[in-house]
């Protein structure tokens, strides 16, 4: 398979979350992509049917693999296992979720995984991070820049962007 540039979504809100978000880049790195570039880390209310609960940290990486979407999907869930995740439940506290919003311009959608991840132009939190990074870049179903889907978001939800920073470490990835 040739390289493809992906989007991934990482959030947090139990425990060390600025570790926890740097630990699934160093992981992510170490298991067959290359981390390119991380968005700045946004600190943001709960979205959802359960908006009791810690604020979360949000970020985007951007990522090159040659994997299938469906093998990187696996090996992101087993990232997020070893890292604490129990089950995978919306609308919950994690220690750590990992998301694909894009995977290059595919379009994918089975019975558990869509990508691009479905919901994503209603969510500030996923928005403002990728428009950090890919503000050109054209949503694969809504044929829209990303920075129009982050002016249109109808979400009024808080997004603080923080002074953590997460560090991509050089020559550690598993792709070429």
């Known amino acids: ?13 139990l425990g060390p979350r600025e570790r926890s978000l740097q ?15 991380c968005s700045s880390v946004f600190e943001t209310e709960p979205w959802g049917a359960n908006p009791d609960q810690p604020l979360f940290l949000n970020a985007v990486v951007e990522i090159r693999t040659n994997e299938a979407l469906i093998d990187l999907m696996k090996r992101l869930q087993t ?3 070893a890292m604490g ?8 506290p994690r220690v750590i979720d990992i998301d694909v ?43 829209q820049p990303v920075s129009r889907l982050l002016h249109q978001c109808p979400d009024t939800k808080r997004v603080v962007r923080t002074s953590f920073h997460l560090q991509v470490t050089s020559n550690i990835h598993g792709d070429s």
Do not use: K
């Not at 398979?1 to 809100?13: E, K, Q, R």
């Not at 995740?85 to 919950?92: I, T």
């Open 1 to 13: 398979m040739n390289s493809v540039t992906a989007y991934l979504g990482l959030g947090s809100n």
């Open 23 to 37: 630990n699934a880049v160093d992981s992510i790195q170490m298991n067959g992509c290359r981390v390119v570039r």
């Open 79 to 81: 990232i997020e296992q």
């Open 85 to 92: 995740r129990e089950g995978r439940s919306s609308n919950e």
């Open 101 to 143: 919003l894009l995977f290059g311009e595919s379009v994918f959608r089975n019975g558990r995984v869509s990508v691009p991840h479905p919901r994503m132009e209603l969510r500030r939190f996923v928005l403002e991070p990728l428009a950090e990074l890919a503000p050109n870049f054209i949503h694969p179903v809504l044929h």
